[in-house]
């Protein structure tokens, strides 16, 4: 069936191109082709149940070259800004309706137009995204929000997650800032205009990313979801989420410079020739890697369209208890749960009426077909509300047998040339730019939920005669009191390949420049808003912890404590006296709200003061990141990137580094950066993210954050983004201020 | 004449053998398990569990109390048995002790007693913030376990029968 619709698609794709032509005309007729052909795929594809073993679905790509195309015209629009750039708007009606999700029709999720596949978002540095979202929610019972119209259903935007951009919500109405803006807080029947710019050339503070000059927003992947305390577990599971891309889908492809030596400063190959062979051989997948709880009759080898309920409710991954997840088969006349992992093809089950589904693209255990010499980009993003994926590349013939090993070969490195939606390298010079380093290999891939990579699956750098077959799969996680199952995603197939490339994939790194403009100091203005607590203070060698806590009390919300500490070399970290002036809390985010939804900034909150118009210091800032609980955390912060302190960064803070990496979840969870220094080492390669994993039981996670860019200036939050903690307290407010007349 | 003759030898039987009973059971002692903020367990001989999953391990007699301390702070901790080692998968044995307001027949495998119970609703299995005493009985033979409410395997103990 599914070939009947790819034919049908490609028929429609060509007549498209027949009466659109020039609609592609930006990176090239090649990207135009494979886009437009997923845009009219996706579109006659969703018109019927997918199966498992299919071929990936593609998702709708709203952008410049996309728009005006029939299956995004109600979704998507693009106007020119009249500076080479453009306005991308997406429309999003959140709606209570049935969606197709791994082959079950599911009655009654809640999700953006009536779909459970959220269009991905195109757009360049220099562009500005923007959203117009409608709250058409039906109201549903909700526990456990502090404020009174959890029942009715509100929602609001993060848009989005993973941009040093705007939240544009100056005080006092931080609830109307129509940027990147958590607070609004739209009721059901209600409307809301987002407009994000997104900073292009020239016009993004480097030292973001540690570096003096100024460079674009980042290239690479990024999300959009509904951030709504206290409900946004349910919606985002729901799939009320999406891909935002900053660059075109290939943007991060680059081949990189081979040397003879690595001080080598000539280059034996082509860069420019070899990036644009790499980026002709590259077929992008965009994948949306979502989990979500059904109530079944029919189990999920038989569910060819049959119904199933949605049961957010059911959120038993983690298991407490460890408990195994199984899949239910028939032995005999009986069924019976199996725990072969084997089995698990996009699913596992804790009991026989239920399933929880892990989808790509809302399909169970779908197939990637590359044509031999071609490479795949796969662009995935964890958007689930709340698992966590250690992804991995078995043989099919292993993974059969449970005999997925690095140590046998059959388990083969993945390629990560971006993660959380940056390149892994510090901002270069544009001759640097030239000579790219080569990208690193992983043998698997901690993908906590929000977080995003871009992984580059070669076809073409070795000769095989047959097809080879391997699976995507999450090798699972226990730790502390989490239990995330191992599961199957898909089947990637590589057909055979006629030549063996010798060009290697690169880092894109960002790149710096150096404008001249005007600094001036505005710091007369500068009078802490009311419920700043003081900003640490970087000459004392300050650094902020951040502790997760449990509840006080049986059932009561968990909490955040911030504190400023001043070190002591005589104690050890955990007994470093805080400043008891800058402690804030411990609170949960409830602490915040008021009855109608809203935030009172007048209670005591974090603040960080920035004069970004003099471009002198930096706020480059250490955190220590705490969790007490038993249960593993997943910090991020909006609005920013951070990486993990080096051992030197410590000892300048008077911490004694303890062990650098926790394998106590059963994969490794770096906590330090084991390179030394980032100001002294010209090879230093920092890794950026914006959610990390911070281990269970009193472990700690110590990173490095700037904030030193004008869009950062506004009110936003950190938090955990296991969206379940996070509705239960795990969230606190952030405001980040310069002096007048920046906007606030 | 005849009573002194009495009590005479009730004495002469009676004391040895209540010398005989306390020289084989040693003076019962009070051992201090304290919950820290580093969310571990620490017993005033100087043990400590590590957040790695390194429990604690003491040693009691019979008769012998146990006072499981938790100072007040931001990071909640309480006391319940379990039925394996902490890092084994156990599941709670709130069996093994007989808390405060409970009929003692309802706990036949006790082998804690919660002491200082007047007035006062019980903490075992709670989190709290305080002391929870506990006695060991005549019944207490093979080593038990016992995990934070909070912390489970994280923060996990044994105690074991003096030798």
């Known amino acids: ?744 | 004449m005849r009573k002194l003759w009495k009590l005479v030898s009730v004495l002469c039987v009676g004391l040895p053998a209540m010398f005989s009973i306390s020289s084989t059971r040693a003076a019962a002692t009070t051992l201090v398990i304290t919950g820290t903020q580093d969310v571990t367990w620490k017993s005033d001989d100087g043990q400590e569990s590590q957040t790695d999953g390194h429990p604690l391990i003491v040693e009691v007699k019979k008769g012998d109390a146990i006072d499981i301390q938790i100072p007040s702070g931001d990071i909640p901790h309480g006391f319940i048995t379990i039925n394996n080692r902490g890092d084994a998968n156990p599941s709670p044995a709130p069996d093994l002790v007989l808390a405060c307001g409970e009929n003692p027949q309802s706990k036949p495998n006790k082998v804690l007693r919660e002491t200082g119970c007047t007035g006062t609703p019980s903490v075992f299995g709670k989190r709290f913030a305080g002391t929870l005493k506990l006695e060991v009985l005549d019944t207490f033979q093979a080593d038990i376990n016992f995990w934070c409410v909070v912390h489970k395997q994280g923060m996990w103990g044994m105690i074991k029968l003096k030798p």
């Not at chain 1, 992008?284 to 369209?305: C, H, N, Q, W």
């Not at chain 1, 902020?544 to 968990?558: H, I, M, N, Q």
């Open chain 1, 1 to 744: 069936m599914s070939s009947i619709v790819f034919r049908f698609g490609l028929q429609i794709f060509r007549i498209s191109q027949r009466l659109v032509p020039g609609c592609c005309t930006r990176t090239g007729s090649w990207s135009c082709g494979v886009r437009g052909y997923a845009v009219i795929l996706s579109f006659a594809v969703l018109t019927q149940v997918a199966r498992a073993d299919d071929e990936l679905i593609q998702l709708l790509v709203c952008s410049a070259e996309t728009s005006g195309q029939p299956a995004v015209n109600k979704i998507c629009t693009v106007k020119p800004l009249g500076n080479g750039h453009n306005k991308v708007k997406l429309n999003l009606t959140a709606e209570t309706a049935p969606v197709e999700v791994g082959g079950y029709k599911v009655k009654n999720t809640e999700n953006y137009n009536g779909n459970y596949l959220t269009p991905v978002i195109e757009v360049m540095p220099g562009d500005t995204v923007a959203a117009h979202l409608e709250n058409r929610l039906k109201p549903r019972p909700h526990g456990g929000m502090a404020h009174g119209d959890a029942d009715e259903n509100p929602t609001n935007l993060h848009y989005f997650h993973g941009g040093i951009v705007s939240p544009n919500n100056p005080r006092p109405n931080v609830e109307l800032g129509t940027g990147d803006n958590i607070y609004v807080h739209l009721k059901s029947g209600g409307d809301f205009d987002f407009e994000v710019p997104i900073p292009g050339d020239k016009s993004l503070d480097a030292r973001v990313l540690e570096e003096n000059g100024y460079i674009s927003h980042p290239s690479g992947l990024n999300w959009y979801h509904s951030h709504l305390h206290g409900i946004s577990s349910d919606q985002v599971i729901g799939g009320m989420s999406g891909l935002l891309s900053v660059g075109d889908a290939k943007a991060n492809v680059k081949a990189a410079c081979r040397r003879n030596t690595p001080t080598d400063k000539i280059c034996l190959n082509d860069v420019y020739k070899d990036t644009a062979d790499l980026k002709k051989e590259t077929v992008v997948r965009y994948a949306l890697l979502r989990d979500i709880p059904l109530k079944i009759t029919t189990l999920p080898e038989d569910a060819s369209g049959a119904d199933a309920v949605w049961a957010p409710q059911d959120q038993d991954f983690p298991t407490p208890e460890h408990k195994d997840c199984a899949v239910w088969k028939k032995e005999g006349s009986e069924l019976k749960p199996n725990l072969d992992e084997s089995l698990r093809k996009g699913y596992c089950q804790l009991e026989k009426e239920s399933v929880w589904l892990f989808t790509l693209n809302g399909q169970r255990f779908p197939t990637i077909t590359l044509d031999g010499n071609h490479n795949l980009l796969l662009r995935i993003g964890n958007v689930s509300a709340n698992l966590a994926y250690v992804l991995e590349l078995c043989d099919e013939a292993a993974f059969a047998l449970n005999k997925c090993s690095e140590a046998d070969g059959s388990v083969i490195p993945l390629t990560i040339i971006s993660l959380d939606g940056v390149v892994p390298a510090k901002p270069v010079s544009p001759d640097d730019a030239s000579k790219p380093v080569a990208a690193f290999d992983v043998n698997n891939l901690l993908l906590m939920p929000a977080s995003r990579a871009e992984i580059y699956i070669r076809n073409d750098n070795k000769l095989h005669q047959n097809s080879q077959t391997y699976v995507l799969r999450t090798k699972g996680l226990k730790g502390g009191i989490d239990n995330w199952p191992a599961v199957a995603l898909a089947r990637i197939v590589l057909k055979p390949n006629s030549f063996a490339s010798e060009v290697i994939v690169a880092r894109n790194a960002p790149v710096e420049e150096f404008p001249s403009r005007p600094f001036t100091s505005l710091l007369e203005e500068a009078i802490p808003p009311e419920g700043c607590v003081r900003d640490l203070e970087s000459a004392q060698t300050e650094y902020r912890r951040v502790t997760f806590l449990d509840p006080a009390s049986e059932g009561g919300p968990w909490r955040i404590k911030t504190e400023i500490v001043h070190p002591n070399a005589s104690a050890k970290e955990t007994d470093q006296p805080p400043v008891s002036e800058a402690t804030v809390g411990p609170f949960p985010f409830e602490n915040y709200e008021r009855k109608d939804g809203l935030v009172d900034w007048t209670k005591k909150h974090v603040c960080i003061f920035i004069d970004h118009s003099s471009h002198s210091g930096s706020h480059k800032q250490l955190w220590v990141l705490r969790n007490t609980t038993p249960a593993l955390h997943n910090f991020h912060i909006h609005q920013m990137k951070f990486r993990l302190a080096t051992i030197r960064e410590l000892e300048d803070h008077q911490i004694i580094p303890p062990a650098s990496h926790d394998t106590s979840s059963g994969t490794d969870i770096q906590v330090y950066d084991e390179q030394n220094s980032s100001e002294t080492d010209p090879d230093f390669k920092p890794v950026w993210h914006d959610t990390i994993p911070v281990p269970p039981n009193n472990q700690r996670v110590f990173l490095i954050m700037s904030f030193d860019a004008e869009q950062q200036i506004g009110r936003f939050v950190f938090h955990c983004h296991i969206l379940k903690h996070e509705d239960k307290g795990l969230m606190a407010p952030i405001e980040v201020w310069g002096p007048k007349p920046v906007l606030q």
